[in-house]
């Protein structure tokens, strides 16, 4: 059992950062990948960016590929989500997963259905 809880949303000028937080209760973090996903008003949830258990493979949606920076630290159960540059399309509520992956073809580590929990999310809201 995992339990994530998300930190760090908020208000910020288009152009500006964040860096969201999500803190993972579970002896067994470093078992898991984590992601980040995103979901504005009247769309679907959407992948944002992945790593790997042990850090060495991440993932990033084209779309905040060079802008967002994804980062964990095992030791304190903790994956980080920089975000530079934001735009207004950036603005959503963005939630924490995790899962192990247990297929590793194609873009596994954007797939919802691979991770198992979930944090409440935090929101981010840019403004033009």
């Known amino acids: 059992q995992v339990q994530l809880v998300e930190s760090g949303g908020g208000l910020v000028q288009a152009g500006g950062s964040l860096r969201l937080s999500c803190a993972a209760s579970?002896?067994?973090?470093?078992?898991?990948?984590m992601g980040w996903f995103r979901q504005a008003p009247g769309k679907e949830r959407e992948f944002v960016a992945a790593?790997?258990?042990?850090?060495?493979?991440?993932y990033y949606a084209d779309s905040v590929k060079g802008r967002f920076t994804i980062s964990r630290d095992n030791a304190k159960n903790t994956v980080n989500l920089r975000m530079n540059s934001l735009k207004p399309e950036d603005a959503a509520a963005y939630f924490c997963?995790?899962?192990?992956?247990?297929?590793?073809?194609?873009?596994?580590?954007?797939?919802?259905?691979?991770?198992?929990?979930w944090g409440q999310g935090t929101q981010v809201t840019v403004s033009s």
């Open positions: 997963a995790a899962g192990i992956i247990t297929d590793y073809s194609g873009s596994f580590y954007a797939d919802r259905l691979m991770y198992r929990y």
């Open positions: 579970g002896r067994t973090f470093s078992s898991y990948y």
């Open positions: 790593i790997s258990w042990s850090g060495a493979s991440r």
